[in-house]
């Protein structure tokens, strides 16, 4: 059964660069899944950030796009998210989720962890 | 991007009740529909997916129906354990896309 951990990077600095790793176990990250980022703002609903696949092939949303970036370490068997240019409105919680089947479900989560962006 | 709206975005129910929360899609995404469930403080949980298919280990209360643009996610009958945050996400395309949230609480 696959399991999720998201790193806990705390406070970022406005303008600075968030980095997020995401560890897999109890399955290969080289599978047939894709692996995916959300955040939640406190107190608000949930906006999909990206997801990218083993091979590299990657979707991004058009809103964050241009601040994100997001990659698979085979070797390590996991995944990350930077996303630069941080501001107040990128304070979140930032999920990792596997991406299933064919219509794109998200199934297990990492338990979340907050990003505060403050000076 | 697909906008998804759900109604209503709070209830309050008795347990016992049972509940439906509509999602409604605006452009058909045809089964493309997956339905979480939040607790404070924790990740979203799959309940359903592919619009009517039920998550391994979701008690069969809850249901899931719809095609097209509207969707309703049903608990047919509430239990404790149910008070939480219902959000509906749509996989037609990208932008993956959420629901705004339907809050359940208790009477």
């Known amino acids: 059964q696959v399991q999720l951990q998201e790193s806990d990077p705390g406070l970022v600095k406005p303008s600075g660069t968030l980095s997020l790793t995401c560890a897999v176990s109890?399955?290969?990250?080289?599978?047939?899944?894709?692996w995916s980022w959300v955040r939640q703002p406190p107190g608000k609903g949930l906006e999909w950030i990206g997801e990218m696949y083993h091979s590299g092939s990657s979707n991004y949303n058009p809103s964050l796009k241009s601040r994100v970036t997001i990659s698979v370490d085979k070797s390590k068997n996991q995944f990350s998210l930077k996303v630069s240019s941080m501001t107040a409105a990128d304070t979140a919680v930032y999920y990792c989720?596997?991406?299933?089947?064919?219509?794109?479900?998200?199934?297990?989560w990492g338990q979340g962890t907050l990003v505060t962006v403050s000076s | 991007d697909i906008q998804m709206t759900q109604s209503p975005s709070s209830l309050s129910a008795s347990v016992g009740d049972r509940v439906t929360i509509t999602c409604r899609a605006s452009q058909s995404i045809s089964s493309y529909l997956n339905w979480y469930q939040q607790k404070p403080g924790k990740a979203p949980k799959l309940l359903i997916y592919a619009a009517s298919s039920l998550q391994s280990g979701v008690p069969s209360r809850f249901s899931g129906s719809g095609s097209g643009t509207d969707f309703t996610l049903t608990i047919s009958s509430l239990q404790p354990e149910d008070f939480a945050t219902y959000y509906c996400q749509q996989s037609y395309n990208t932008p993956r896309t959420f629901g705004p949230g339907t809050k359940v609480d208790i009477k």
């Open positions: 989720a596997m991406r299933n089947g064919d219509y794109a479900w998200f199934d297990p």
């Open positions: 109890g399955g290969s990250i080289s599978g047939s899944n894709w």
